[in-house]
């Protein structure tokens, strides 16, 4: 199961917005549906198309939703999708970086290899690539309100 949450947050006149890998289940679902409460715009990523799409229509109602089919263990993938989000969707002040996967729910001896490496690229080196993508326009935004 892929739980990739990347929140990224932009303001839009006194609401933020938020960005989420893999926010169509669990806790990303939660975390989306709770900023949009609160009118914060989404940046919603993950693998699963259909799911990203229902809950998109799900939120629309209530705040902007830009949603990105992305698998966080693809680095240019991530890179270029957060290199390319629409000006609507900027400035990004914020990331909730919440991406995970369990395999095998069984001792880790147990465990084949190919799944701990599985695991690791998806728990570790995905959040290393979204946290490096976005952490630019993250603070480009933390300068502006330094300068203000």
């Not at 917005?17 to 989306?32: I, V």
């Not at 939703?65 to 969707?89: H, K, M, Y």
């Not at 369990?102 to 599985?118: N, S």
Request: net charge neutral; glycine share 4%.
């Amino acid at each position: 199961m892929y739980i990739y949450s990347l929140l990224t947050i932009k303001e839009i006149p006194l609401c933020p917005a938020y960005l989420s890998p893999e926010l169509h289940q669990g806790f990303g679902k939660a975390a989306a549906q709770r900023f949009a409460k609160a009118g914060w715009s989404l940046i919603l990523t993950g693998r699963r198309v259909e799911r990203l799409k229902a809950l998109e229509e799900e939120l629309s109602e209530q705040v902007p939703v830009l949603t990105l089919a992305l698998d966080v263990r693809d680095s240019d993938a991530v890179t270029d999708a957060i290199g390319s989000l629409p000006e609507s969707f900027l400035p990004l002040t914020c990331l909730i970086n919440n991406a995970g996967l369990a395999l095998a729910p069984e001792p880790a001896q147990k465990v084949a290899l190919q799944d701990w490496h599985t695991m690791i690229d998806t728990n570790i080196t995905g959040l290393v690539n979204v946290t490096h993508a976005a952490l630019p326009l993250l603070l480009k935004k933390q300068r502006r309100r330094e300068h203000s």
